[in-house]
């Protein structure tokens, strides 16, 4: 079991570094107003981590880490008990729960998401949990079996 775990943590991380570079990059191109970086820093900070100071920065990126870590073992351990048929299908349901708790419960709940943002970008925010959620799956199930991690 904590072979799947350590996979789990790892794919995690993978899909998190991959998916976090992602926003990032649509977020300094000014497509989007809102980086998941700083939404998930701003969790336990208080406040929406936008201006991205160097600690901010560091911060930000240690809890988005962290976080992708934690979600990986979410789905080793959901892939370990339902299976791995659709791995991919279940990966993106299980992130897409943790978009709606994540964006619009526990977001708001702490103030950190802005009042009236674009649909546009709650769609970006919404796609990238279903790609973190699918990679990670995906990763996971192709590289258990391998024993690399």
Not at 80 to 103: M, Q, R, S
Request: with cysteine; aromatic share 12%.
């Amino acid at each position: 079991m904590s072979d799947r775990i350590t996979a789990g943590a790892v794919s995690g991380i993978i899909a998190g570094i991959i998916m976090g570079l992602i926003s990032m990059i649509l977020f300094a191109a000014n497509i989007c107003k809102l980086c998941i970086i700083a939404i998930g820093g701003g969790i336990f900070t208080g406040h929406l981590m936008n201006n991205f100071t160097l600690e901010g920065y560091i911060l930000s990126w240690l809890i988005h880490l962290a976080l992708s870590g934690a979600f990986g073992v979410m789905i080793a351990i959901m892939l370990t008990y339902l299976g791995t048929k659709h791995h991919i299908l279940k990966g993106a349901g299980l992130l897409t729960l943790v978009f709606i708790a994540d964006i619009g419960f526990l977001a708001p709940l702490r103030g950190i998401f802005p009042d009236n943002q674009a649909y546009f970008d709650l769609l970006l925010l919404l796609l990238y949990h279903i790609f973190f959620g699918s990679l990670a799956s995906y990763i996971f199930v192709k590289y258990h079996s391998k024993k690399l991690v």
